[in-house]
Every structure is written in C-alpha cells, then in structure tokens.
C-alpha cells in the first residue's frame, strides 16, 4: 500500500514537471539595447524566402562583439532570374534552411542582414525588420502581391504592423527583412520587408530548480523499483 501510494505521488510529481518544460520561454526582451533572455537559450530559425539582386546573408550579432552568419544565400535569387522581383527559394537559393542559434544569459545580441556582390565583396544594409506573430504569418506568406516591384510598396508586409515591442520568440514568429530600412516616405521607396524572411522560435527549457525536480523524481522511481525488487 506504501508503495503503491509512493508511485502515485512520483508520477504526480513528473507530470508537474513536464508541465514545467513546456511552459513559455524564460524571461526575455527586445528594444533598443537588442535581444538579451535571463539564461541560456536556443532559437531555431528556418528560412522561407528571399526577394533581391543581391546575395544576402543573414546572422546574429553579439552587442559589441562577433558575428555568427547563419543562413546564407549561394545564388542572389533561383537560378539567378529576376522572376518573382528576384525570388530565391530553399533549396535553391539556400540549401541548408534551418539553423540554431544559442543566445547567452545576460548577453545583448541584434539581427543583422548584409548582401554579397557577385565579386565577393560585402556591403551593409540599412536594414529595418518586421515581427509577425501566428496566425499573421501564415497570412503573410499566402500574399503574393509583395512579388512585384510595382505593387510591393501597398504589399500586405508593408501595411502591416510590427509586434517589436513584444516577445517575438515566445512562439512561432516570422522575420522580415526591408534591405532599405524606414524611409521618411516609404510610398517613394521599394518597402516591402520581402528581402529576407526567416521564421524563428525558440526552445523551451527547463529552469535548473525544474531539473533538479526531475532527477528526485527519476531517483524516487529508481529507489521504488528496488524496493519493490527487493519485496519480491
């Protein structure tokens, strides 16, 4: 009966940490001073489409310190056509699509975007960016009217609001790039945050106080199983 009671109380126990692991991000913000969480954690970010003469390459920058380039375009669009205002694609454009980055606690990091010349030379993009939440990503992607040099000014992505201000990580986020950055008058300029986009999501991971939990309750089970063993 003692026993019995143990392992209901140690199951108990392990679904309240399961809960725990899957519970939203760690403490995070995103401003002016860049991306920083309070631990460790990793982000996956996926590509999903390029628009550009230019070959582009994007990563993460610690505030201050190196540059880590994470995805990478091998041809400045597919095969190198301008159909679809210099659509690039993955496996076209970019072959390997998905890639992990993993922030460090306290650490301030930014997102950069740069272009690569047919030379090899490398030039700095006034770049400004745009956050879609779920269900606004999907929507965003459905658009194809951001595909037109002559329509992308009044695109869907050029109209839409960012979420800047809130957790972009804390679930499925799509990432637009604009390579013009924020103009004064954005009706005159070629502003469609089409140049480079990338979803992103980062992993949940436990606090170390919820792993601790974890390893009483694996002991807790392993120490029941030997009682039990021993019993018989």
Known sequence: MKLT?????????????????????QAFSF?????????????????????????????????????????????????????????????????????????????????????????GGTYELDEAVKFFNAPQAATVLADTSYRNYNTS??????????????????????IAFEDYGLRNNASDDHVDFNDFMLTAQARSVPEPATLAGLGAVVGGLAFARRRRVHQA
């Open 31 to 119: 401003g002016p001073g860049g991306i920083s969480f309070d631990r460790d954690t990793t982000v996956d970010f996926s590509f999903k489409e390029s628009h550009g003469y230019f070959r582009q390459r994007f990563g993460v920058q610690e505030i201050g310190g190196a540059r880590t380039n994470l995805l990478w375009e091998n041809t400045r669009s597919d095969n190198n056509s301008d159909a679809n205002d210099w659509q690039g694609t993955c496996g076209t454009a970019i072959l390997n699509c998905n890639v992990s980055f993993t922030f460090k606690a306290g650490k301030s990091y930014s997102l950069f975007l740069n272009a690569i010349d047919n030379f």
């Open 153 to 174: 000014p009044n695109s869907l992505l050029a109209r839409t609001a960012g979420t800047n201000n809130a957790n972009p990580f804390a679930g499925p986020v799509l």
């Open 5 to 25: 009671k143990y392992l209901v109380s140690a199951a108990a126990a392990a679904a309240t940490v399961v809960g725990a692991v899957s519970s939203p991000a």
